[in-house]
């Protein structure tokens, strides 16, 4: 299940006053969209991502290598595409794509 699905509150889920001083301090000290950033464009993040979804893992939930600055738009548009599909989306100039793990990487096409 999607944290999207889940109906508990935020404060339910974890994020609590704890999380709430830990997201700004972990903003202050990353302050741009990584996905902003990997496209040259220097945006203000507003959301701390959980890289892996942790799905209700404390243990993940508060592990700081599995978080991300991210706007916005990436968060509610690119992210959630990464966790339907599984896979990064997009190309790299000569068409490539950018996610390892795409199946072309691994010759199925």
């Keep these: 299940?999607?944290?999207r699905d889940d109906k508990r509150t935020?404060?339910?889920r974890g994020y609590n006053n704890?999380?709430?001083k830990a997201?700004?301090?972990?903003?202050q000290k990353h302050p741009l969209c990584v996905f902003c950033q990997e496209q040259g464009k220097a945006v203000a993040?507003?959301?701390v991502d959980h890289i892996i979804p942790h799905q209700g893992d404390q243990k993940l939930f508060w592990d700081k290598t599995n978080w991300q600055s991210l706007c916005k738009f990436h968060h509610d548009?690119?992210?959630k595409r990464i966790e339907n599909r599984g896979l990064k989306p997009g190309?790299?100039?000569t068409g490539m794509p950018?996610?390892?793990?795409h199946p072309w990487h691994r010759g199925e096409h």
């Design 18 to 20: 704890r999380w709430r």
């Design 45 to 47: 993040a507003t959301i």
């Design 98 to 101: 950018l996610d390892a793990n």
């Design 10 to 12: 935020s404060s339910e």
């Design 23 to 27: 997201r700004a301090t972990f903003l």
């Design 77 to 79: 548009s690119h992210k």
């Design 1 to 3: 299940m999607s944290w």
């Design 91 to 93: 190309a790299d100039e």
